[in-house]
């Protein structure tokens, strides 16, 4: 789904200069700021095959469950294409069900992640009442892990620390139009960040340990309020 969704903004942004000419003197163009607040569906921490591996006690994906995550940013509308700067933050507690398995282990902590994206939007029914909307974005996020998997006297795993990846994005959804330059928005956002390692402990006694992590992903689901200035 997300690598069609992926295709489709690219096909999309690819049409962005004849949009934005064609609609360069659209009502509801400018500056604008947003706001948008939802729920993290899914987060998850995958780790690689290193990472591991014995005595960490660690699976190769550590699930959150749904939690919250929210946007804030400003915006430039040139009718029909938007480019858009915000900073977002998201945290999600850890799915004990689905990363601690087995009775003996205690496992639990959170996935928080603080970013700042640059995104291209393309509005697809400029100036309508509803105007479904496609987009992409890259930018910088830092990955907070408080996770722990722990068994007796085997110790298990720890990781605690944070680390700045490199981030994209994408976004679809609906914007209903409820001004002359205002808008509540519908959306689905999916984001990776990759390049990330985070230290941690593993074992009885704990040692260190890197682990160069395969990144981490998250789907939300988010309603947003754009006003123009």
Do not use: C
Not at 7 to 13: D, E, H
Not at 81 to 106: I, Y
Not at 150 to 169: E, I, M, P, V
Request: no cysteine; glycine share 14%; hydrophobic share 40%.
């Amino acid at each position: 789904m997300f690598k069609t969704m992926i295709a489709s903004t690219v096909a999309a942004l690819s049409f962005v200069p004849a949009v934005a000419s064609a609609q360069a003197d659209a009502p509801n163009s400018g500056a604008y700021g947003v706001i948008r607040a939802g729920v993290g569906i899914d987060a998850d921490l995958r780790l690689k095959a290193a990472d591991i591996a014995a005595p960490s006690t660690f699976r190769r994906s550590a699930d959150g469950k749904r939690g919250w995550t929210g946007d804030l940013g400003l915006g430039y509308d040139m009718g029909g294409f938007r480019l858009e700067a915000t900073a977002g933050l998201a945290r999600n507690g850890l799915d004990r069900k689905g990363t601690a398995k087995a009775a003996a282990f205690d496992a639990g902590g959170r996935l928080k992640k603080l970013d700042f994206m640059l995104s291209g939007y393309v509005d697809l029914a400029p100036g309508s009442s509803v105007s479904p909307y496609i987009g992409a974005g890259v930018g910088m996020a830092r990955v907070t892990s408080e996770l722990q998997r722990t068994a007796g006297l085997t110790g298990g795993t720890r990781l605690n620390d944070k680390d700045w990846g490199f981030s994209w994005q994408a976004a679809a959804g609906l914007a209903v139009k409820i001004g002359e330059k205002s808008a509540v928005e519908l959306g689905v956002k999916h984001q990776r960040v990759t390049g990330v390692k985070l230290d941690g402990q593993v074992g009885a006694p704990a040692t260190n340990r890197t682990f160069n992590t395969n990144g981490y992903r998250s789907t939300s689901a988010l309603v947003g309020l754009r006003f123009g200035f």
